[in-house]
């Protein structure tokens, strides 16, 4: 479980904290928002919210099996894909075990939103957010969500460090974000599988979630591919799973992407993280976005990036009313706090991709130190 303010415990992140003299002002923060109540679970509100999104999974899927017309299965499968991505945030909630008081139940959770429902494996979720994604956000070849050469160039040193055609075809990557966002819908797919392979063929890695992660998932593929290539035929099988799995490449971004892509969140040079506090480290990097009241129900808190990612055990119906707390003590203390329309941030990460980012080697520059 990542804690809310967690450290990676190295001495010099730890004297980061120290000097950053917003730390104090972070901790009462903290013990306020505790005797106010937001660490509290509304575990009822987030399970009535997961029923809705299972809800529409389910209209969706009869809209495809029982229509006829191509017009009603592209409907149907957009209704699935809205269904798919409600799931996948609200289970990104109890992935962070920020569901429910009960470990187990937060568990069983993220084993039914993402295995089950997506056929994305847990553990690797788990390693690739939690370990790797929170700890160092925007932190060039240190966070995998950043690291996307030599397919796309993310900063201007993939830039630099190209030959001149890979050069030229970097400057023409945007053209081709559209079918890649599609291929990344498959390949987060194939990545957990490899993931869950190799871990469960390494006796020193392998634990009994691994195990249920692998169960979970062939379950998956029984309910997704097995049953239906039966009653339908295989052809059609895998074409509904494999649209659904692009689909849900550019349903993600969508969500995801905003957090951390546009330029304003800045890309660092790991040889600078150990020079920033946790604080400066999240702040800096982590934008926020803002949606109407159903996209807020479809996010589950993922448009206040910002507090997820300095409140992860904080469950996400709190994130609106701790937003107004958590600006004002930036303010007070010279913290980045950025909040865009969701459709200026789209427009923002698409462009990234266009204009490679800028590595800060110098982040005082936009956050002053001590």
Same mark, same amino acid.
């Given at each position: 479980?990542?804690?809310?303010?967690?450290?990676?415990?190295?001495?010099?992140?730890?004297? &980061?904290?120290?000097?950053?003299?917003?730390?104090?002002?972070?901790?009462?923060?903290?013990?306020?928002?505790?005797?106010?109540?937001?660490?509290?679970?509304?575990?009822?509100?987030?399970?009535?919210?997961?029923?809705?999104?299972?809800?529409?999974?389910?209209?969706?899927?009869?809209?495809?099996?029982?229509?006829?017309?191509?017009?009603?299965?592209?409907?149907?499968?957009?209704?699935?894909?809205?269904?798919?991505?409600?799931?996948?945030?609200?289970?990104?909630?109890?992935?962070?075990?920020?569901?429910?008081?009960?470990?187990?139940?937060?568990?069983?959770?993220? %084993?039914?939103?993402?295995?089950?429902?997506?056929?994305?494996?847990?553990?690797?979720?788990?390693?690739?957010?939690?370990?790797?994604?929170?700890?160092?956000?925007?932190?060039?070849?240190?966070?995998?969500?950043?690291?996307?050469?030599?397919?796309?160039?993310?900063?201007?040193?993939?830039?630099?460090?190209?030959?001149?055609?890979?050069?030229?075809?970097? +400057?023409?990557?945007?053209?081709?974000?559209?079918? &890649?966002?599609?291929?990344?819908?498959?390949?987060?797919?194939?990545? +957990?599988?490899?993931?869950?392979?190799?871990?469960?063929?390494?006796?020193?890695?392998?634990?009994?979630?691994?195990?249920?992660?692998?169960?979970?998932?062939?379950?998956?593929?029984?309910?997704?591919?097995?049953?239906?290539?039966?009653?339908?035929?295989?052809?059609?099988?895998?074409?509904?799973?494999? &649209?659904?799995?692009?689909?849900?490449? %550019?349903?993600?971004?969508?969500?995801?992407?905003?957090?951390? %892509?546009?330029?304003?969140?800045?890309?660092?040079?790991?040889?600078?993280?150990? !020079?920033?506090?946790?604080?400066?480290?999240?702040?800096?990097?982590?934008?926020?976005?803002?949606?109407?009241?159903?996209?807020?129900?479809?996010?589950? +808190?993922?448009?206040?990036?910002?507090?997820?990612?300095?409140?992860?055990?904080?469950?996400?119906?709190? %994130?609106?009313?701790?937003?107004?707390?958590?600006?004002?003590?930036?303010? !007070?203390?010279?913290?980045?706090?950025?909040?865009?329309?969701? +459709?200026?941030?789209?427009?923002?990460?698409?462009?990234?991709?266009?204009?490679?980012?800028?590595?800060?080697?110098?982040?005082?520059?936009?956050?002053?130190?001590?």
């Amino acid at each position: 479980e990542l804690k809310d303010g967690q450290d990676d415990g190295t001495a010099k992140r730890g004297e &980061a904290r120290r000097r950053d003299p917003g730390f104090e002002d972070f901790t009462r923060l903290k013990t306020m928002l505790k005797q106010q109540g937001f660490y509290r679970r509304p575990t009822a509100r987030i399970l009535a919210e997961l029923a809705l999104h299972v809800t529409i999974l389910a209209g969706g899927l009869a809209i495809v099996i029982a229509s006829s017309h191509l017009a009603l299965s592209v409907l149907g499968l957009f209704v699935v894909t809205l269904g798919c991505l409600g799931i996948a945030t609200n289970t990104h909630t109890s992935a962070h075990f920020a569901t429910s008081d009960k470990p187990w139940v937060n568990k069983a959770l993220t %084993y039914f939103g993402y295995p089950l429902v997506l056929g994305f494996s847990a553990t690797y979720w788990w390693h690739k957010h939690h370990v790797v994604h929170h700890p160092a956000p925007n932190v060039i070849g240190v966070d995998a969500d950043v690291e996307l050469s030599p397919y796309f160039a993310y900063t201007e040193r993939d830039l630099d460090a190209a030959r001149p055609l890979h050069r030229f075809y970097f +400057g023409l990557q945007w053209i081709l974000l559209p079918l &890649a966002l599609g291929l990344n819908g498959v390949n987060m797919l194939r990545r +957990g599988w490899t993931f869950l392979a190799q871990a469960l063929a390494d006796p020193e890695r392998r634990t009994p979630d691994h195990w249920i992660d692998l169960g979970v998932t062939i379950l998956h593929l029984t309910l997704y591919l097995v049953i239906p290539s039966l009653v339908f035929g295989p052809g059609p099988a895998f074409a509904f799973y494999f &649209a659904r799995a692009a689909l849900m490449g %550019y349903a993600l971004f969508a969500v995801l992407a905003p957090g951390h %892509y546009p330029e304003e969140a800045v890309a660092l040079d790991p040889r600078d993280r150990s !020079r920033l506090s946790f604080l400066q480290l999240q702040t800096i990097t982590t934008i926020n976005f803002r949606t109407g009241p159903y996209g807020r129900l479809l996010c589950s +808190g993922l448009e206040f990036h910002i507090e997820h990612h300095l409140f992860p055990r904080i469950s996400h119906p709190h %994130y609106p009313k701790l937003a107004a707390q958590l600006r004002a003590m930036c303010e !007070r203390n010279g913290y980045p706090y950025r909040s865009f329309g969701w +459709g200026e941030v789209l427009w923002k990460s698409a462009r990234t991709f266009a204009n490679p980012k800028k590595i800060w080697s110098d982040p005082g520059s936009v956050l002053p130190f001590p």
